[in-house]
């Protein structure tokens, strides 16, 4: 390239040159000197307006013909045009591809800009959100799924729970919702059908809720049985009797798994909030903390620590329940002779109910899965302490009823910390109340 800039500067100079030499036996030399200037000008204006014409109304075509620096140009510019028009195809092909696997999958996609308008979206979404080409392009998601938990959801920008909906166009269809950022701050919603798992899920509490509750009329009878063969086990054979102890703990291990079945099942199908009252962290604890005493008979120390002074908003037996669960968890499984701490404190988003003991710790790969129904850490001896193994899936859903969460942390041998972090919106000042007595 810059053996041709010296090429044209070297034929400008020519033309300088012999310009002033012509002029120069009439004394004409600075006129020369300008018509070489003004022929070097006429020809660079007359491949400029050949690449303009190239450029405006033919650029599919081969350029102009050329040589020295336009010449160079010229070529640079095709080889630049034919690289964009292959880039361009790739491209256009790729999103093609995209689009028609958008297509044929049967969830909805659709692609939102950075405002939240809607730019394209395939066939499953016109059928399962009503969407229609020729009057939502363009329009805010939020003016066609109006749901105030949809636009509660979409406010947020935390995306990393699905959201279950009814469609907007057919209330016996189901559907998921999940919403992923991209590019710039655009979104990309998808919607799943899940009306068969709704469906099967929904099956399956009103299976448990009808056969816990047809299981509680025989052990009330054999219950009642058992207990009148009991107060008569003076009468009967020693082999007898000891077989009575034994049914009757088993009858009353059936009673209590049925109840907690029962009570999941209400907590899963109720929405609750209608019977929330203040409930003051304190009582609570002391009331807990008698039932913890009285279930280990003096085998641990149990604690109670207030550091905040506002109440929780609830429903006080549920959270009566869900303590219980975790304190009695607590009894059973530190270890004798472990400390027990009962906690209400602030902490970050709101404040916290906090279970905490010194014994032997969980191992962290069973984490994830304490909140199970039925989990045991340890099937034998989670067995041997009477546990119905639903303790903690109890606590989890009456949690999830006040809008709480349940945060696990535990190492082997440093013992564990269950918390209850209820968010502000929960929580009742001292101040508030006074105010609200007075008025």
């Known amino acids: 390239m810059g053996r041709l800039w010296k090429r044209e500067l070297w034929r400008l100079v020519a033309l300088v040159a012999i310009g002033g030499l012509l002029g120069w036996p009439f004394a004409l030399t600075s006129y020369g000197v300008i018509v070489g200037l003004a022929l070097c000008l006429a020809h660079h204006m007359r491949q400029l307006h050949a690449l303009y014409d190239w450029l405006a109304h033919r650029p599919q075509q081969e350029p102009p013909a ?45 692609m939102l800009d950075r405002h939240g308008d809607l730019e394209w979206w395939n066939s499953a979404a016109e059928r399962m959100l009503g969407l229609k080409p020729a009057l939502d392009r363009g329009q805010h998601i939020t003016n066609l799924l109006r749901d105030p938990r949809f636009v509660s959801y979409f406010a947020s920008r935390d995306y990393r729970d699905p959201l279950t909906l009814t469609s907007p166009i057919d209330e016996q269809m189901v559907l998921q919702f999940q919403i992923t950022l991209y590019g710039d701050d655009e979104r990309l919603l998808m919607a799943r059908d899940i009306t068969r798992l709704h469906r099967l899920e929904q099956m399956r509490r009103d299976f448990v809720a009808n056969v816990s509750h047809e299981l509680r009329t025989p052990l009330t009878v054999l219950t009642g049985y058992l207990e009148t063969y009991a107060d008569m086990a003076s009468l009967l054979p020693e082999r007898l009797g000891r077989g009575i102890d034994q049914m009757q703990t088993q009858t009353l291990r059936m009673q209590n798994l049925v109840n907690d079945l029962l009570l999941l099942s209400r907590l899963e199908t109720d929405q609750g909030g209608e019977d929330d009252v203040r409930i003051e962290p304190a009582t609570l604890l002391a009331g807990v903390q008698r039932d913890a005493e009285a279930l280990s008979a003096g085998d641990h120390q149990i604690e109670i620590e207030i550091d905040d002074s506002r109440a929780v908003l609830g429903n006080e037996k549920e959270l009566h329940s869900a303590i219980s669960n975790l304190a009695f968890n607590a009894v059973r499984y530190a270890g004798p002779g472990s400390h027990i701490r009962l906690r209400w404190r602030a902490c970050q988003g709101g404040a916290c109910l906090e279970v905490e003991d010194d014994g032997e710790g969980i191992d962290a790969r069973h984490l994830p899965r304490l909140t199970e129904r039925f989990y045991r850490v340890d099937k034998g001896r989670s067995t041997a302490t009477g546990g119905t193994g639903l303790g903690l899936a109890i606590v989890k859903h009456v949690l999830l009823r006040h809008n709480a969460q349940l945060d696990i942390s535990s190492q082997l041998g440093q013992g564990a910390t269950f918390r209850c972090v209820f968010p502000h919106d929960r929580l009742i000042a001292a101040a508030d109340d006074s105010r609200r007595r007075q008025a």
């Open 66 to 110: 050329s040589s020295g620096l336009w010449g160079e140009l010229f070529d640079r510019l095709y080889r630049y045009q034919k690289g964009q028009r292959t880039t361009q195809r790739r491209l256009r092909a790729t999103l093609q591809r995209i689009q028609e696997s958008s297509e044929a999958m049967r969830d909805s996609v659709v």
